[in-house]
């Protein structure tokens, strides 16, 4: 079944406390990107990826990093997290079609993580 | 920076009534596709309208873009309890390194 995949689903921690998110895709997608809900807010890129070691930020990267070092994988580290951090995250890849520099393709996105940094 | 807004922001209707929900964008676009969430859960694509298209179906879904006034409408006709959920626009930017931008979303209460 083709899906994204994330990890763990709910998480409580407490401040400065290094974590990581883990998703993968099991449809060879090329672009992978992460996104924070908030309420009120809607949803916001945190960092986008379109291919094995291209990573770029989004809206919103600060305190976030991410790496990949594989295709089918886009961890989200949050290195020292605080309480402003505290929110939905979700994962999405896709295919990269379009120009080089682009993705213009259907997202399909992970069940969501939800973070609680105390 | 967000580029799609939704109206309205909540919508409540009967079973069997139409909903519709418009999203306005700023900036020149690829495509713009249509969301839905359920609460607490992932999005799932519904549909996707290329800034070359006007009008778009499937199923009880109908979605136009008007790219001279920078907007789209989705409607859902015959709605359902089951259609209950936030429904989100996004946009493909044309220039640069194009990626997915959301709008905050409408939420749609379906009463049976």
């Known amino acids: 079944e083709a899906q994204v995949t994330q990890n763990p689903r709910y998480l409580i921690t407490v401040t400065g406390k290094k974590l990581t998110v883990t998703c993968s895709q099991n449809m060879n997608h090329e672009y992978m990107s992460w996104y924070r809900q908030d309420p009120g807010l809607g949803l916001r890129q945190i960092y986008y990826?379109?291919?094995?070691?291209?990573?770029d930020k989004g809206d919103v990267p600060e305190g976030y990093k991410v790496s990949r070092k594989e295709k089918r994988n886009f961890p989200l580290i949050l290195e020292s997290p605080s309480p402003n951090q505290t929110s939905l995250y979700f994962c999405?890849?896709?295919?990269?079609?379009?120009?080089?520099?682009?993705?213009?393709?259907?997202?399909?996105f992970g069940p969501g993580t939800r973070l609680t940094v105390l | 920076s967000q580029q799609g807004e939704e109206d309205p922001q909540a919508l409540s209707i009967q079973e069997g009534e139409n909903a519709t929900m418009n999203c306005s964008y700023k900036t020149s676009i690829n495509n713009l596709q249509w969301y839905r969430q359920n609460s607490g859960r992932g999005l799932v694509h519904l549909i996707l309208?290329?800034?070359?298209?006007r009008e778009k179906h499937s199923g009880r879904l109908r979605v136009t873009l008007d790219t001279s006034k920078k907007s789209s409408s989705l409607l859902i006709t015959a709605s359902r309890a089951a259609d209950t959920a936030s429904y989100f626009c996004?946009?493909?930017?044309?220039?640069?390194?194009?990626?997915?931008?959301f709008g905050k979303g409408t939420m749609l209460l379906v009463s049976p």
């Open positions: 999405a890849s896709s295919r990269r079609t379009g120009t080089p520099k682009s993705s213009t393709d259907t997202q399909y």
């Open positions: 990826s379109m291919n094995v070691e291209v990573t």
């Open positions: 309208i290329r800034s070359n298209e």
């Open positions: 996004a946009t493909v930017r044309n220039s640069g390194y194009s990626t997915l931008t």
